[in-house]
């Protein structure tokens, strides 16, 4: 990629990052273009050089943290680490994504409702291929005799529905860092794989 791909690259997840609190705080519904590109001290013309309208922005915030996520899964899939490892490790990056990238994070929860088939096709894609990943640990922690008789999609929807509800009432000057709230989470979690 050349260096001028790369600062237009950066650019734009700097903006998609700071529309992402705009969109967190008012709603898909209840913000247009001009109050992103206000808020981000652009023209709404310099925005539309980005995005062709806002569910194109929305699904690019979708698009960033399905790639940040399903590349570092795959890379935990590919260490030769154990399988309850791996599951440590994905529950830690999940929660560490889902706080660092709270607006972002906050944003991917029904896609049905706000993006035409043809994007939601290609985000629902994305996540499938997340629940796989997971499901592969699982299925293999099960085969190697690391989890007890568990059922595989099951068990995904427990780690990931609690997982994604920490978006809901995680406070950052709340009592646990976390580091804490992961090391309780991975603690719980794994319990229910053994």
Known sequence: MSLHKQKVEMKKQEIIRSAAKTLQEKGFYGTTMEEIAAQLLMT???????????????????????????????????????????????????INLA????????????????FSEENFLKISKRRSYYAKCIDKVLEQGLEDGEFRNIDIKMTRFIILGALNWIQQWYNPDGERNPTEIADYFVDKLLQTLR
Not at 58 to 87: G, P
Not at 99 to 114: G, R, V
């Open 99 to 114: 706080l660092e990238e709270n607006a972002l994070f906050s944003l991917i929860d029904n896609p049905e409702h706000t």
């Open 44 to 94: 709404k013309g310099s925005l539309y050089h980005y995005f062709k309208n806002k569910e194109d922005l929305l699904y690019q915030c979708h698009k960033i943290i399905l790639d940040i996520s399903i590349d570092k899964i795959e890379a935990i899939i590919d260490t030769n680490q154990s399988n309850t490892n791996k599951i440590e490790e994905i529950i830690r990056f999940h």
